[in-house]
């Protein structure tokens, strides 16, 4: 989701005012307590329109993250609260997106947080700009120049730890999409003097401390070099440790800069015995030594040093020695050389050490700028960054700071030249009237100071050139009598001339009224310092060097390209290089970061209004403001002006449809703010007293709280109602579904139910038509066989004319006839054998004759059958006879019969007549035997058996004993009434007697025999013949018996196991004969 675009002003939540122009009322203490107030919650900084005032907080603030960086971007200057990264986006932006070249004024006196700043707007400007492998590369080259440049060209001084001694411009170069191509970096004036003394409290150049704290052993004693500090007479020994500074981890990070930046190995071997050649130049110490013409003449306290260094340097000893100790002057091809004596032998040896180290510092600069030089020669667009000393009041001023201060003056000149330009072409732009204000302009010091026939530098060049004495007194005269008049210059001689006295100045001394305040200078040394001059003969001692780089320092010192000529002075090469800044940063669009020192201490939160107030008064703040509020304190562009007081009037309120200037117009006649207070310019607002601005901040903060409100209402409205508009249309989704989901079903019960009544129907009517047509096709079927008799009768009628009558009959009958003929003859080929049992029968040829073809099968066996009887005898048939009654009698009523079938029936068994044991019983019997057969008779007491002969002839029933033959029993047939026996395959049978007959008087006989049927046949045909009544013949499975006077039951009881296959009898009481079969 894209970020909702906050607009936010900087008149939001400030402490104090933000950018000063707005103060009410404005004078020198309400600006200084503005600062202070702002200072005290951390806001150190604050804008005078777009100049950005920076206190220095002396401690690390949470307000440089990557974060800030990115709220910072491409916001509009006024939008947040002021800070650094403000002015340098709106730069960048306006040189990336307006082809502007931009440069960044950085001014402040010494330890105001002038480098920091610089360091802050280059980092800003290489976080925000392009990125890729080259570009960051470039970007990290131009960031890492600054440590290298800070440990040759920084030191601690009384006012700040890491105070630079040279004056540093730099410009980044750009292509056309704002991506880095590279930089050129410019030094102005290094501090050399510090390399050979330093004042009290202060140190020499980092890099001294660094090499000797952070060299490895190896490295020092390549350099011949003594880790202890109090070894070197150049190095001051009172503040050689400054707090919160590790030097060696300097020394490292240093080194590290240096390969980023692009130095070789050896550059930097070379750089370091440069260095440390330096160190060892100050422990070199001379004595006088008498010569012959009575002037002193210097000689080397201890050469072993000197020795040391030549080695170091690759330099003839004797060589340097000489130069040491003489000094050769040409003059019209002849070559004077006089003898130094100890303070000339120092003087030449501090100027070899200060030209040694401040030669090596140019080369550092130009070797980083072939470094980070721009690789294409396509246009650039370019933003410069002016780091430089700032305004330095000490209690000893010398030649440096009038420099120093000679510059700054010009910074000054051309702030003020280009603040008021740039309002004034505002005002032109915008078509406001513009309004003279009243400021200090410093042309006139700078005059002083540069003019070239009576400025202060050239008078010091005209005394360095003059042939005779030249002292730094001659000089001061010189001065007294050209600037006596001067209002900015005093001196104890101009002031005497005219006031008669200033004891107030020391001699030897001027004072020139700065911008930033009176600054006294010390004379002594600006001759020499002007002249900044290096014996020949030294420098051709260096040139003669085998150490390449020393040698590329001193070129001068070739023989071949001697030049007679003095060499520019110091003086007149610096106000050369600052005219050249002078007309590049007019050149380009300026932006001013102007740094304040709260304090003198170095300490965080402390703020010292006199000390402050002194910066505002000579940087000129007060006069800033003004200028800047010449006529209008605040403009605004009509848009955002619009944006952020629309909700003040209801036309504009909540939106403007016209142009924003309109908008403006009827916002400021609604509220009613008084015509002069404003004036319209092309693309601003112009508001000429804060008071006003105020006015409507007040409006508007009490209108955000109604619309807050409003918001809150409508929001809340809002709320309620999409959750109603949710529910509704929720409750619609379900009721639609709910719907459809009813008229799905009742649709498919509808469906089904159609389907039901529409397959009754189709069948209704399916049988309907069905009907019809079997109805139409029976009508059909009979009209067919009507028609069909109808003209077989037509056709007879019509043709029997043609036949004889009842010739079909005939021809029917003789084919019936050919049939029959036919299948009799074929059925007397296939008749089966003769045998009644054979059951084989042709098939019947023809259906017709199926009831003849089964007559005669009939006739065929009952024939075979009759002629099979035929051949039976009289016997046999009497035999087959007696069979057949006895299937009449047995068949299917008693389960013995089927095992009598195939026993032929044999009747008299025993053979009486031929077994001579029964003789007698033979000759009692008269009549024929017809069954002679062994019984067992139950007995009546017990149910056991004995054996008793059973006869039976024509006329009686005898009973006789087995062994003996004799006759126990003898019932006539007629006395027979019933024979009992039971339903199963057992012999057991009951002969009953009639009552009150002779035979009955013993009772009735129970038998049991092998031949029951045939003996129970044979008795009912012989009953039968004899007495023509047929015998009863009761078949049951209980039976009463009548022994003597009882009756007792027989009773047959079916599926006792327990005598085997033999049925038992067994008396079990009175009453109850039990007979068990198998
Ligand atoms: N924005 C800042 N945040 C935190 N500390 C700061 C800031 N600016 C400056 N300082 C502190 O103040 C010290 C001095 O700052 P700096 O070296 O930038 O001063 P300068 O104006 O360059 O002085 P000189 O003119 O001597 O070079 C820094 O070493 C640092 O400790
Ligand atoms: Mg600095």
Redesign the pocket.
């Known amino acids: 989701m894209a970020k909702m675009e906050v607009k936010t002003s900087l008149l939001d939540n400030m402490i104090g005012v933000g950018d000063m122009v707005l103060l009410e009322p404005l004078n020198e203490e309400t600006v200084i307590n503005n600062l202070k107030k702002r200072f005290d919650h951390n806001e150190i900084y604050t804008y005078i329109g777009s100049v950005v005032i920076s206190v220095n907080p002396y401690r690390s603030l949470p307000i440089y993250s990557p974060e800030k960086v990115e709220d910072y971007r491409n916001r509009n200057f006024y939008e947040l609260s002021p800070h650094i990264f403000a002015l340098s986006d709106e730069a960048y932006r306006s040189l990336r997106d307006q082809d502007k070249d931009q440069c960044i004024l950085i001014t402040g006196e ?1 330890g105001a947080g ?2 920091e700043a610089s360091k802050l707007v280059m980092s800003y400007v290489a976080a925000v700009c392009g990125k890729g492998a080259e570009v960051n590369q470039v970007k990290e080259q131009l960031l890492q120049s600054n440590p290298v440049l800070e440990a040759f060209g ?1 030191a601690k001084t009384v006012r ?1 730890d ?3 001694r040279f004056g540093k411009y730099m410009d980044i170069e750009f292509d056309f999409k704002g991506d880095p191509l590279g930089g050129v970096i410019s030094n102005y004036l290094l501090e050399k003097s510090r390399v050979v003394k330093q004042p009290r409290g202060e140190r020499n150049f980092h890099v001294f401390y660094q090499l000797l704290s952070g060299a490895s052993e190896e490295l020092l004693n390549k350099l011949k070099l003594e880790r202890d500090f109090s070894r070197y007479n150049y190095l001051s020994l009172d503040s050689a440790k400054v707090n919160g500074v590790d030097d060696a981890a300097n020394f490292r990070t240093v080194r590290n800069a240096m390969q980023i930046v692009g130095f070789m190995d050896h550059e930097v071997e070379s750089v370091l015995e440069v260095v440390a050649a330096v160190l060892k130049l100050g422990n070199i110490e001379f004595k006088p030594e008498s010569r012959v013409n009575g002037l002193d003449e210097s000689k080397i306290k201890d050469k072993n040093e000197l020795k040391e260094i030549c080695e170091l340097t690759g330099i003839d000893q004797s060589v340097l020695e000489r130069a040491f100790s003489f000094r050769t002057v040409e003059a019209k091809q002849e070559k004077v050389s006089t003898t130094l004596n100890v303070a000339q032998a120092y003087y030449a040896r501090d100027a070899l050490a200060k030209n040694l180290y401040s030669r090596l510092f140019s080369w550092l600069v130009n070797r980083i700028n072939e470094s980070i030089k721009a690789q294409t020669k396509v246009r650039k667009k370019v933003m410069g960054v002016l ?1 430089i ?1 700032g305004f330095e009041i000490f209690e000893d001023n010398s030649f440096e700071q009038f420099i120093i201060n000679y510059c700054n003056e010009k910074l000054q000149q051309i702030f003020i030249e280009l603040t008021l330009k740039e309002e004034q072409e505002e005002y032109i732009r915008e078509d406001i009237e513009w309004t003279h204000i009243e400021y200090f302009n410093n042309a006139i010091i700078c005059d002083l100071i540069e003019n070239n026939t009576n400025g202060i530098l050239a008078m010091l060049d005209e005394e360095c050139l003059r042939p005779g004495t030249v002292t730094d007194e001659t000089f001061l005269e010189k001065l007294n009598q050209v600037c006596a008049t001067h209002q900015h210059f005093e001196s104890r001689m101009s002031k005497c001339s005219r006031f008669l006295n200033d004891t107030s100045l020391p001699h030897s001394c001027f004072r020139i009224q700065h911008y930033a305040g009176k600054v006294l200078y010390q004379v002594e040394g600006f001759v020499d310092k002007n002249n900044d001059l290096l014996y020949r003969d030294l420098s051709q001692a260096m040139w003669k060097a085998g150490h390449a780089l020393i040698k590329s320092l001193f070129p001068e010192g070739n023989p071949a390209k001697i030049n007679l000529k003095r060499p520019p002075t110091a003086g007149s090469q610096f106000k050369a290089s600052v005219a050249t800044l002078m007309k590049n940063l007019q050149t380009k669009n300026p932006n001013y970061i102007r740094c304040i020192k709260p304090n003198d201490k170095k300490a965080a939160h402390i703020f010292n209004e006199g000390l402050v107030c002194h910066q505002v008064r000579y940087l000129g703040l007060l006069e800033n403001v003004r200028v800047r509020r010449a006529g209008y304190a605040f403009r605004q562009a009509y848009e955002p002006c619009l944006e952020r007081y629309k909700m003040l009037c209801k036309q504009t309120w909540p939106h403007w449809k016209g142009p924003a200037r309109a908008g403006v117009e009827v916002l400021f006649n609604e509220l009613e703010i008084p015509v002069e207070e404003y004036s319209f310019g092309r693309s601003k607002i112009f508001i000429r007293n804060p008071r006003t601005l105020f006015k409507l901040e007040d409006l508007r903060k009490q209108r955000l709280e109604d619309l807050a409100t409003l918001i809150q209402k409508i929001y809340r409205g809002w709320k309620c109602r999409t959750h109603f508009l949710l529910m509704r249309k929720s409750q619609i989704v379900i009721a639609a579904w709910y719907r459809r989901y009813a008229q799905q079903k009742r649709y498919q019960q509808i469906k089904s139910s159609t389907l039901v009544i529409q397959s009754y129907i189709r069948g209704w009517k399916a049988r309907k038509i069905l009907r019809e047509l079997k109805h139409q096709k029976r009508c059909e079927e009979a009209a067919t066989t009507i028609a069909a008799y109808w003209h077989g009768t037509q056709v007879r009628r019509e043709y029997r004319k043609f036949f004889r009558a009842n010739a079909g009959k005939k021809i029917y009958e003789f084919t019936l006839q050919r049939i029959v003929q036919k299948y009799f003859l074929e059925m007397k080929n296939k008749v089966p054998s003769l045998s009644p049992i054979d059951k084989n029968w042709p098939s019947r040829p023809y259906l017709f004759l199926d009831s003849t073809h089964k007559e005669l099968k009939r006739i065929f066996h009952l024939w075979r059958c009759k002629k099979y009887r035929d051949q039976f005898t009289d016997q046999q048939k009497l035999i087959y006879e007696e069979k057949l009654e006895a299937s009449e009698l047995f068949k299917d009523k008693k389960a013995l019969y089927p095992s009598s079938v195939g026993q032929p029936f044999q009747g008299p068994y025993l053979e009486i007549n031929k077994n001579p044991k029964y003789k007698k019983l033979k000759d009692a019997i008269e009549e024929k035997i017809i069954i002679a057969e062994v019984v067992n008779k139950i007995n009546r007491a017990n149910g056991k058996s004995t054996s008793r002969i059973f006869l039976l002839t024509n006329n009686n029933l005898l009973l006789a004993d087995q062994k003996s033959g004799q006759i126990k029993s003898e019932v006539p047939l007629v006395d027979v009434t019933k024979v009992s026996m039971s339903s199963q395959n057992d012999g057991f049978f009951a002969i009953h007697l009639k009552e009150g007959s002779e035979a009955a008087s013993k009772g009735d006989f129970l038998f049991s025999s092998e031949h029951l049927i045939e003996m129970a046949t044979k008795l009912y045909r012989t009953t039968l013949s004899q007495t023509k009544q047929k015998l009863n013949i009761e078949i049951s499975d209980e039976f009463l018996v009548q022994f003597r006077q009882d009756k007792v039951c027989v009773k047959f009881i079916q599926g006792n196991q327990k005598n085997g296959t033999v049925p038992t009898c067994k008396r079990k009481n009175n009453r109850l004969l039990e007979v068990a079969v198998p």
Do not use: A, F, P, V
């Open positions: 010494s002038k480098t920084n700040n890491n105070s630079s780091d000393y």
